[in-house]
């Protein structure tokens, strides 16, 4: 079966012309009586007609007078409820679905900002590695290189996300996230099954495997922007898919270990308990301690270690790989 490269642009296409529809939020936070009292006063006597400045950090980042109230409002109204009693009987609520942050330089939630460029730079440094183990003529490498670009991509977009929270924002960093994970199940079974040697048959399966997966994040795309914007169902799918490649790499680095009895072979296995482990704290979601590290920021800074390490394993497999293949010649 082969599928033409006009079919794979439609479903881009389509998949772009989605992403512009908007979406919005509410939490627990957004409905408090004294939250909208207090925004409503502040926008009064700050917004109206001799409006209060706005520190220039603040602006570049594209706070108004409004967001500023609510930002304000937010915190006041946190304080109050934490000092009338403990938290465990006044809890700390969510507003637009965020916890209330203390920003820094105008950034929401900086320890995630932080917390992305260390992943950022992870990739960055895992992809100049790759160019300089790998010789350009190993077919797989090139696979391995764009997964490295999905990666910076996704930690950009995860980056303008937590340095202010907008519908566009939001939806660049989840729809990037996907992309990311989907491309980590896009290449896990060309590697395993070589799909990329120059085989029709392979060649076939491999034409069929790429234009299934468009229409995977096509169908996801349109799904979250013309049907619903589920943050449930979002998770759940880049879960699922996470389970699917790490229950394969698992299963494919026990093979290798077996056949070349060497350690590293098995360390897909360790990075997919590690990934487990951090991933726990994104499930279990607690308020920010000192208002600004929460279970989001902490599994972004978890995720550093597993992609350093995971570069590594590419790199070592690649050179048994091509060791093995010089030899059978």
């Known amino acids: 079966m082969k599928i033409s490269s006009r079919s794979i642009w439609h479903l881009v296409a389509a998949t772009a012309v989605c992403s512009l529809v908007g979406t919005a939020r509410a939490s627990l936070g957004d409905r408090l009586p004294e939250f909208r009292e207090c925004v409503k006063v502040c926008k009064e006597a700050n917004c109206e007609n001799d409006p209060t400045p706005i520190p220039l950090q603040h602006r570049l980042l594209l706070w108004d007078c409004p967001s500023e109230c ?5 915190h006041i109204v946190t304080d109050k409820r934490l000092a009338r009693d403990p938290p465990y009987m006044h809890p700390v609520y969510q507003f637009h ?6 920003r820094f330089l105008g950034m929401q939630e900086p320890f995630s900002v932080v917390f992305s460029l260390f992943n950022y730079l992870a990739h960055d440094y895992g992809m100049s590695r790759l160019r300089e183990s790998i010789p350009a003529s190993y077919t797989l490498r090139k696979y391995y290189l764009v997964f490295g670009y999905f990666g910076l991509a996704s930690w950009i977009f995860s980056m303008l996300f937590h340095t ?3 519908p566009l924002t939001e939806k660049l960093d989840y729809f990037a996230a996907g992309a990311s994970v989907l491309y980590g199940l896009y290449y896990t079974p060309i590697r395993i099954f070589r799909l990329d040697r120059r085989d029709p048959m392979k060649q076939s399966v491999l034409r069929v495997w790429t234009f299934l997966c468009l229409s995977l994040y096509a169908a996801h795309v349109m799904y979250l922007t013309l049907w619903s914007w589920d943050y449930t169902y979002n998770m759940a799918a880049n879960v699922a898919v996470g389970i699917v490649q790490n229950l394969m790499w698992s299963g494919f680095s026990y093979m ?4 070349l009895n060497r350690t590293w072979a098995m360390w897909p296995g360790l990075i997919v ?3 487990v482990m951090a991933m726990s704290l994104e499930l279990l979601d607690f ?3 000192w208002g600004m590290i929460d279970a ?5 800074l978890g995720t550093v270690g597993p992609t350093i390490a995971w570069y590594s394993f590419l790199i070592k497999d690649a ?8 030899l059978k010649a």
């Open 70 to 74: 609510d930002y304000t409002c937010q």
């Open 97 to 102: 679905g965020k916890w209330p942050f203390y």
């Open 164 to 166: 202010r929270d907008f």
């Open 256 to 259: 290798q270990y077996k056949k």
């Open 273 to 275: 308990a590690w990934l």
């Open 287 to 289: 308020p920010p301690w």
């Open 296 to 300: 989001h920021s902490l599994w972004h």
């Open 319 to 326: 050179k048994e790989d091509l060791q093995g293949t010089r």
